[in-house]
């Protein structure tokens, strides 16, 4: 399990490289004046360091824990699995600190482009995920195997996207 495998790399980092492109892409399409930069307000930029002051204590949470178990056995997951699994966790405290503090959502998106990518991406992630899993790929001697990325990613837009809907209901009751 842990020989280095040369091929096994070079399409995990070209995955990334690709990832990094399109999330470029998509900035610039939900960007209302096609920037690749979001623009926040003062109150937004300060809510936001706020939030990712949390993603970085749950994160070291996550990797002391992670640490922790790895130290006492093997869990039944990829080594890939578990380090993404820590970039999840911070993706989404962070995210959903922003979301519910009305700091995510830039003064230059266009909320509905961006509302539609996000669905896009975790359905793309959720049906790459299946598919290994239908074809038997997905688990492989009771061990996650690196596929399963997919999965967190679709979960984890999955997850913001509820955390909006929920947000959005709870200030829709206040506004009524």
Not at 129 to 148: C, N, R, Y
Not at 156 to 165: E, P, S
Request: hydrophobic share 55%; glycine share 8%; proline share 2%.
């Amino acid at each position: 399990m842990n020989t280095f495998n040369t091929a096994r790399m070079t399409g995990l980092a070209g995955g990334i490289i690709v990832g990094l492109l399109l999330v470029a892409v998509v900035m610039k399409l939900i960007n209302k004046n096609k920037k690749m930069k979001t623009e926040y307000d003062e109150m937004q930029k300060i809510i936001r360091n706020k939030g990712y002051s949390y993603a970085f204590y749950a994160v070291m949470i996550y990797e002391a824990v992670m640490c922790v178990l790895t130290t006492g056995m093997e869990l039944p997951a990829h080594p890939i699995v578990i380090h993404f699994g820590a970039c999840f966790i911070g993706v989404i405290v962070q995210a959903s600190y922003c979301i519910w503090n009305d700091a995510y959502v830039g003064l230059n998106t266009n909320l509905g482009r961006f509302l539609v990518f996000a669905v896009l991406i975790s359905l793309f992630n959720l049906f790459i995920f299946f598919m290994a899993w239908k074809h038997g790929e997905a688990v492989s001697d009771g061990i996650l195997q690196p596929i399963t990325v997919n999965l967190l990613c679709g979960l984890m837009f999955a997850i913001l996207g509820i955390v909006a809907l929920v947000k959005k209901l709870s200030t829709h009751e206040v506004e009524e």
